[in-house]
């Protein structure tokens, strides 16, 4: 088991950029790394993955893709989610989550993942 807790969330108004960032009690070249988010009456959506090691090629979901930015640096244990050109629909709680393991092309379903931090709300306004 590993302890996540995410931090950086606020408000912003659209267009900005905010950086999420996610302690981990252990190394996070152990563990495939993930961000999601779940907005009030929506389920739970992936919004970005890195891998195991040095991280690979990062995938994003399709909102994301080209506005967000995941990375990790293996010497601080921490997982960062820049977030840029920030939209009203963005808005949600923020969720931090790693798994040792995870099926190919599952990266992005919550259902992978069996540590997971507390969340971090992201408000965006127009």
């Known amino acids: 088991q590993v302890q996540l807790v995410e931090s950086g969330g606020g408000s912003v108004q659209a267009g900005g950029s905010l950086r999420l960032s996610c302690a981990a009690s252990?190394?996070?070249?152990?563990?495939?790394m993930a961000w999601f988010r779940q907005a009030p009456g929506k389920e739970r959506e992936g919004v970005a993955v890195?891998?195991?090691?040095?991280?690979?090629?990062?995938i994003y979901g399709e909102s994301v893709q080209g506005r967000f930015t995941i990375s990790k640096d293996n010497a601080k244990n921490t997982l960062y989610l820049q977030m840029n050109s920030l939209r009203p629909e963005d808005s949600a709680i923020y969720y931090c989550?790693?798994?040792?393991?995870?099926?190919?092309?599952?990266?992005?379903?919550?259902?992978?993942?069996?540590?997971w931090g507390q969340g971090t709300q992201v408000t965006v306004s127009s």
């Open positions: 989550a790693a798994a040792s393991w995870v099926r190919s092309g599952t990266g992005l379903l919550p259902s992978a993942y069996n540590n």
């Open positions: 252990r190394s996070t070249s152990w563990y495939l």
């Open positions: 890195i891998g195991i090691g040095s991280g690979g090629t990062p």
